[in-house]
């Protein structure tokens, strides 16, 4: 073979892995698309005429939501206007240039608030203390003034299924509550639909976007506090599920949109008290003498003994 034929043989093997690679991209894009677009409309998050702002912090989550949400605009139905909005509050460090200069670049309309709320959070918490509490009211509050000053009845926010799946493992290990964060919200102001339209995305998938976007990443830890350690431990928790059996955390997540209030024990939820037989079939009723089909349990002795080693372990 001469040297010719050997550069255009690995010419091709190169485009063929370029091709391929270009076909993953686009096969993630439009998953994340998808996954944004039956989000938005499930929870009938954006109608027509609507103003949204987009919280844009510089991370990862929210570059990808106002890229979908400019690619959904394009072609929804419906017409929406949006706003991107980030909160310059004054880190030592913060790249005040790069959110400007990037926005400028994709011809967003966009406004950047500047507070100085971390010399306040400084000054308040003593030192050593966790500061996020304070400060991410501050912000809140900021950010509800500045929907309100630009005429925004909508707050996008960009949280993704693993932080719906983490907060509400947060909520059960250690507020003892059944809760998480919702896709679509009231603002505790009244004033706000607060939503989250990446609802449906995974973590990793907005990984991978953000990297093939090449998305001007300002890195999170300028105010030198750590992201709250118990949400670290829930999110390796979720991870190391995630490698043994995918199934468990994607299931536990769908559980969230599955509830059976007369099934658990919230007599807020289900008037327990007023229960009475009414003598009518019901084939979703109780089924209090049979054993509870799994359906994606294989009925394997070591799974079930996995099970029960898991409530044994955290019953110790
Ligand atoms: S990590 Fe820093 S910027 Fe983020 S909420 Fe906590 S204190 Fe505020």
Redesign the pocket.
């Known amino acids: 073979m001469s040297i010719n034929q050997a550069t255009s043989t690995v010419n091709e093997h190169e485009s063929e892995l370029s091709e391929r690679q270009r076909q993953r991209n686009n096969k993630l894009t439009k998953k994340i698309i998808r996954e944004t677009a039956t989000a938005i409309t499930d929870y009938n998050m954006i109608e027509d005429g609507d103003k949204v702002m987009v919280c844009l912090s510089g991370g990862k989550d929210s570059y990808t939501l106002l890229e979908v949400l400019r690619t959904l605009q394009k072609r929804a139905p419906i017409r929406f206007e949006l706003l991107a909005v980030n909160l310059d ?1 004054k ?1 030592p460090g913060f790249p005040a240039h790069v959110l400007p200069t990037y926005l400028n670049s994709i011809g967003v309309p966009f406004h950047i608030e500047n507070q100085d709320t971390y010399s306040i ?1 400084k000054r308040v918490i003593p030192e050593g203390k966790t ?2 509490s304070l ?2 009211r501050l ?1 809140r509050g900021i950010l509800y003034r500045v929907a309100e000053e630009f005429g925004c009845n909508k707050i996008a926010l960009g949280h993704h299924r693993d932080d719906i799946l983490a907060t509400f493992f947060l909520n059960l290990f250690y507020a003892a509550k059944l809760k998480s964060m919702p896709p679509k919200l009231v603002s505790d102001n009244g004033k706000h639909t607060v939503i989250r339209p990446l609802a449906y995305v995974a973590e990793s998938d907005i990984i991978k976007f953000a990297e093939l976007q090449n998305f001007p990443i300002i890195p ?2 300028l ?1 030198g ?1 750590q ?1 709250n350690l118990k949400r670290q431990e829930i999110n390796r928790m979720i991870r190391q599920w995630e490698k043994e059996s995918p199934k468990k955390v994607w299931n536990t997540y769908k559980a969230l949109a599955n509830i059976v209030p007369s099934h658990l024990m919230d007599r807020e939820l289900f008037d327990f008290v007023n229960l009475r037989p009414d003598f009518q079939d019901n084939p979703e009723g109780d089924i209090a003498f049979d054993s509870e089909p799994f359906p994606d349990l294989e009925e394997t002795p070591t799974k079930q003994q996995h099970i029960v080693q898991l409530i044994r372990k955290s019953n110790a």
């Open positions: 509050q880190q959070v500061t996020c400060c991410s912000r999170c830890n105010c506090s992201e």
